[in-house]
Structures are given as C-alpha cells and as structure tokens.
C-alpha cells in the first residue's frame, strides 16, 4: 500500500520529500553529534580525545572521569542543591506562569491593558544588577534557599505564551456554561482550565526545569554559603582548580593533570545534562502540541 501511495506522487513531490528529509536528518546528525562525542570522550583516553582520534567509539576505554567526580563531594552536595532548587522552583514558576496567563487570557479582567503593557515594560528594560542585589538584601533574601527557588522561575516571556495558548483553546462558552451551573472562578480554573492546559503546561516545565537546572550566575552572586551551591558552580571550580593545579607544576605532572582535568571536563557535562535529557522524553508528546501555539488561525 505505502509503495502504491509513493507511485503516486508526482515527481516533483517526491522531489521535494527526499530533500526535506535529507535536509533534516542532516540537521540531527549535526545537533547530536556533540552530545554523542561528548559521551563518547568521557569514557575514552584523554590522549585520544586531544590527539583528535575520537570519532565513532571510545579509544581506551576507562571510567577515570567518572570515579574522580563522583570522589568529589562537592558533585553530591550540587547535586542535592540543584535538584531542590529545580523542583521548587519549577512548581513555583509554572504555578505563577499559568495563572497569571489564564488571568490576562481574560478579557473582563480589570486593568488588563495597561498590566500587560507594564510586565512587557520589563522584558526591555530593568533595575540592574546592583538594585536587584540591594532589593534582595533588604529583603532579607540573599544567601538563602528561596532566593534561588524565586530567580528566574517565572518570566513574561512564558507568561504570553500561557495566556496566548489559553485565549486560543478556553472558549468563552465553557467559562459561560460553568457559570450558570454555579462554578466559581477559582473552581473553573482548577477542574477545567488546568485538565485542558496540559500541552502548555508540559511545555512551561521543560523551560523553566531546564532554566534552574543550567542556573550558575544567580548562585554566584547571591550565594555566600558553600553548602548552598548548585551543581554547575562546583562543576566551574571544580575545572578551574585542576587547571589551575596543573599550570604550578613540572611537565610530566602538569601533563597528566591535563589529562584528568580533560576527562572530567567531559565526564562532568554528561553528569549535568543527565537529569534533563531523561525528564525530557516523558512530556515530549505535550511538548510537540504546546510548540505549535498560534501556528494555526481561524
């Protein structure tokens, strides 16, 4: 039946398909090709990786990386902070993102023009680093847990995809309906607008999951406690202490400390990008639908 289907098709079109396709498995081979070496070099030999060798399969094969990081304490301590800082914070961001989105989704919202002007003020202009530093500081907020659960968790970019998703797929009837039966607005929201939102929702948790996971910068500044560190701030100084170690010291040392620090260059961003890249096949179906907001009018 498929060969029947491809008979049909007239030249030009099926012209048109083979190079789309080419195209395509091109551009995936281009974008997986480093997460592939990447893996590939944190099981091989440093002298391999920088002799340029590496191509297809690991050359020497060896967990050296893997045992001198997960040696590290300072690996489980980022671990068990990312980890906390990342499901906190996702739930907080998503919970805000999606209900100011459904709250700007509505059109009898008191104010909602000049609201939304003043959000998408901010997307383009801000306070700065020191005023946010002082702001926190007042606060109360620097050098503690929830500070890095609030930063970066919602933004209003994710805020206007929510509320465009929501005003495309929550008719005004449903709302209308409910409401004769007697079904407030918090009640509407929960047993109707969430069940229904749950492509955009997927979609604001693999953002806002990936956002704190990659985090470092925020921890940097507002962090003073050691024990309180990401994964990514220990994986930094972790690099920078081998290579700093390996420039004080005679050739034959300083090489092999190279080496390490190779291998658990590699090693260390396969640790990282784990977690996330095994979270991502799991909303991947609600991933597709919620991309294609707004892609269909009328």
């Known amino acids: ?26 551009l995936v081979l281009v974008a997986l090709y480093p997460v592939f070496f ?18 297809l399969h690991p050359e020497g094969f060896n967990t050296k990386g893997y045992q ?13 902070n990312t980890v906390f800082y990342t499901v906190f914070g996702t739930l907080y961001g998503v919970m805000l993102t999606i209900m100011a989105g459904y709250a700007f989704s509505r059109r009898d919202l008191p104010g909602r023009g000049p609201l939304m002007k ?31 659960v609030m930063m970066g968790s919602c933004s209003v970019y994710n805020m206007i995809v929510a509320r465009s998703f929501m ?3 929550i008719p005004g009837e449903l709302l209308d309906a409910a409401t004769v039966d007697g079904c407030g607005n918090g009640r509407f929201f929960v ?7 749950k492509a955009i929702i997927a979609v604001m948790v693999l953002y806002v999951a990936v956002g704190h ?58 640790i990282a990008m784990l977690p996330i890249t095994c979270v991502y096949p799991f909303i ?9 907001i707004g892609s269909v009018k009328g």
């Open 1 to 26: 039946m498929r060969i029947r289907k491809i008979r049909q098709m007239s030249w030009d079109n099926l012209l048109f398909g083979i190079i789309v396709n080419a195209l395509l498995g091109f």
């Open 38 to 55: 990447v893996v590939v070099a944190s099981f091989s030999d440093p002298d391999a990786v920088n002799s340029g060798k590496l191509l």
């Open 68 to 80: 001198r990081v997960f040696s590290d304490s300072r690996v489980w301590i980022g671990y068990a």
């Open 118 to 148: 003043i959000f998408i003020f901010t997307m383009y202009f801000g306070g700065g680093l020191i005023p946010t530093y002082v702001v926190m500081n007042n606060l109360g907020l620097v050098n503690t847990r929830l500070l890095m």
């Open 167 to 169: 005003a495309s797929n």
């Open 191 to 197: 047993m109707i607008v969430l069940p229904l939102s």
């Open 213 to 270: 996971w990659n985090s470092y910068f925020d921890a940097m500044i507002y962090l003073n406690d050691r024990n309180k560190y990401p994964l990514q701030v220990f994986l930094r100084e972790i690099l920078n202490i081998a290579t700093s170690i390996a420039e004080g010291q005679d050739d034959s040392t300083a090489r092999e400390m190279l080496q390490i620090s190779t291998i658990m260059r590699y090693s260390l961003i396969v």
């Open 284 to 292: 991947q179906k609600y991933f597709m639908k919620g991309v294609m």
